[in-house]
């Protein structure tokens, strides 16, 4: 489809090495003159859901400053654009939980906040996992926690996962494994 939007200038606000953010003035698909702000991204969002042959599955628990609370996820993190997203995806995964997996399924692409910014994220289900050492980086605190997939669906249900890439993760493999 051809875009209805017609941009008549755009200006860099601010840019740092994760994102850039641009002031657009714009012309609306219904005629009317607005502005729109754009954040750009310098990588992909990067989700893994590792599952174990009795279906269990880890979360990765810490504090998340923009939000100012703790936060349970799927393990994610960021992937260099120029980089493979499977090679980006297997260094999140042994990062934060020092795990690795001999396979591997793509369960989806995934847009995070398609009003306002370009991110687009790539969520992967890892199977045969080994488990071994975590290679935090410098600013992770990190909890993990092991626990059974249901529960996890569970604690979605309840609203105690609330990061939205962990919610789309958890609930598509809940119907892949007809548990919803």
Request: glycine share 8%; aromatic share 8%.
């Amino acid at each position: 489809m051809k875009n209805p939007w017609t941009k008549i200038s755009a200006k860099e606000v601010y840019d740092n090495p994760w994102i850039q953010v641009e002031e657009h003035q714009v012309l609306a698909p219904t005629g009317t003159e607005g502005i729109y702000g754009k954040v750009h991204f310098k990588n992909r969002a990067i989700g893994i859901l590792p599952l174990d042959q009795e279906n269990h599955t880890w979360l990765v628990g810490q504090y998340r400053y923009t939000l100012e609370e703790y936060s349970w996820e799927i393990p994610m993190g960021g992937g260099l654009l120029e980089e493979d997203i499977l090679e980006s995806a297997r260094r999140e995964l042994k990062e934060e939980t020092g795990l690795t997996a001999d396979k591997w399924t793509e369960l989806m692409k995934i847009h995070t906040s398609n009003s306002v910014t370009d991110e687009v994220g790539f969520v992967f289900i890892a199977e045969n996992l080994t488990l071994g050492e975590t290679e935090f980086d410098a600013t992770e605190d990190l909890q993990i926690r092991r626990l059974p997939f249901k529960e996890a669906l569970h604690l979605v249900m309840k609203g105690n996962i609330t990061d939205a890439i962990s919610i789309s993760a958890i609930l598509k493999t809940g119907i892949r494994l007809k548990m919803i």
